[in-house]
């Protein structure tokens, strides 16, 4: 069950860490979550290979309200494409001031789990709409 105004606390968590602390803490923070609280979602993306990466972020996002996202796979990808982020469309229409770094914590937080199950892992994009691109080391 989803809890989108969960995306206040993260929006909060994100921005008192990047005033207090800085933003080489604030990625730290971001990569640290991949390496420690997504452990588990990289052993079993190493284990199920790309069909497991499908369907957790299929499963993730049909769970996310407000967003308007496709995930795909092909050959030695899958390709997420977020044309409506559902957290910074929760944040938006309740009128919050989103922190500027926000849409950067996918990147880290990604690429941590990605590296740590032997695929790659690619970002373009941000603001509410992106591209991301798993994939196997080959097909990277």
Not at 24 to 34: C, F, N, P
Not at 44 to 52: K, P
């Amino acid at each position: 069950m989803a809890a989108p105004d969960f995306y206040y606390a993260v929006n909060a968590t994100f921005r008192f860490l990047h005033e207090t602390y800085g933003e080489e803490a604030l990625i730290a923070y971001w990569e640290a979550m991949g390496e420690e609280h997504f452990a588990e979602l990289s052993q079993r993306f190493q284990a199920g290979g790309l069909e497991a990466v499908e369907a957790y972020w299929r499963d993730f996002f049909a769970e996310e309200p407000g967003g308007e996202v496709e995930v795909n796979r092909t050959g030695s990808q899958v390709q997420i494409a977020v044309s409506h982020c559902p957290a910074i469309h929760h944040l938006r229409s309740n009128g919050r001031d989103i922190m500027p770094l926000y849409c950067r914590h996918c990147h880290h937080v990604s690429s941590v789990i990605a590296r740590k199950a032997g695929l790659g892992f690619e970002l373009e994009g941000g603001g509410g709409s992106c591209h991301q691109v798993f994939s196997t080391k080959e097909g990277g």
